[in-house]
């Protein structure tokens, strides 16, 4: 997932969802702000000096306070619809905090959504969910906890920044919804015990903030394969200091 800023979630500092936020959502999400000024998303945004560096560090501090409460999680996580995740994710680490995922030849990792748009990710350079270690301790903070959901969402500001086919039907906002979706389809999948719609909403809001545009419209195209598809030369020599695999039915 790629790396943003320094979130505080404070319900005094609100927006409304952006237009194009939901300009592809079912015709109930449409036009729909959340209820009530006490529960709209809310951020108070530390903004790093200068240009935001390609897959710069995200420095996500959630200070929950009466957002939570308020209702802003569950009404978001209303919102939100599951889809299907299938296939196999593989990550090969190459090297100090340094992860590419390779598709799957025979079960290739898939998500499809609501409206039945699949999302199949290529191979790319991955760092999970990008959590700051400060915040691995809390539940369900991991940096791959959520991991498809997070290969999902960089293959999406990866297909931008490369401007590879079908990336112009994705915004800032409607990739932020994809996340959720896919995090939800995974709480789903495991059952109640596993919903936590705060750590849900939190994150969506981290990937829509201000600085997480910026980088979507700025930052560069890292390619890890060859115009003919495969693992460019200096990857295929290196041997991977380990491989992990996760196979979802």
Same mark, same amino acid.
């Given at each position: 997932?790629?790396?943003?800023? &320094? ?7 609100? =927006?409304?969802?952006?237009? +194009? ?7 109930? $999400? ?14 108070? /945004?530390?903004?790093? +000096?200068? #240009?935001? #560096? ?15 409460? /308020? *209702?802003?999680?569950? @009404? ?16 090969? !680490?190459?090297?100090? +905090? ?28 991955? +760092?999970? *969910? ?5 915040? !691995? ?6 940096? !791959? *906890?959520?991991? #498809? ?5 960089? @293959? ?23 996340? $959720? ?12 015990? $596993? ?12 990937? =829509?903030?201000?600085?997480?545009? =910026?980088?979507?419209?700025?930052? $560069?195209?890292?390619?890890? &394969?060859? =115009? *003919? ?21």
């Amino acid at each position: 997932m790629r790396r943003f800023m &320094t979130l505080i979630l404070r319900p005094s500092l609100a =927006r409304p969802l952006r237009g +194009d936020a939901v300009r592809d959502r079912p015709a109930r $999400a449409r036009g729909e702000s959340f209820p009530g000024s006490s529960c709209a998303p809310v951020l108070a /945004a530390h903004r790093p +000096d200068g #240009p935001v #560096p390609h897959r710069a560090g995200l420095l996500a501090i959630f200070v929950v306070t009466a957002a939570a409460t /308020a *209702g802003c999680d569950s @009404w978001h996580y209303s919102k939100v619809h599951p889809g299907d995740l299938h296939g196999r994710l593989v990550v090969q !680490w190459v090297d100090h +905090d340094k992860f590419i995922f390779v598709p799957d030849r025979e079960k290739p990792l898939t998500f499809t959504r609501y409206n039945q748009e699949a999302i199949t990710p290529g191979p790319m350079y991955t +760092d999970g *969910g990008s959590i700051p270690r400060s915040l !691995w301790a809390l539940r369900s903070y991991s940096p !791959w *906890g959520y991991a #498809p959901a997070y290969i999902v969402h960089d @293959w999406l500001f990866q297909m931008k920044h490369c401007d590879l086919p079908g990336s112009e039907r994705y915004t800032v906002d409607e990739a932020a919804w994809v996340l $959720a979706e896919v995090m939800k389809t995974m709480m789903e999948k495991e059952g109640p015990e $596993a919903v936590n719609k705060l750590t849900l909403y939190s994150v969506f809001e981290a990937v =829509r903030s201000p600085v997480a545009a =910026r980088l979507w419209e700025n930052g $560069a195209c890292e390619m890890v &394969t060859t =115009r *003919g598809g495969e693992l460019r030369p200096d990857l295929a020599a290196k041997r991977p200091k380990m491989e992990y695999t996760i196979e979802f039915p």
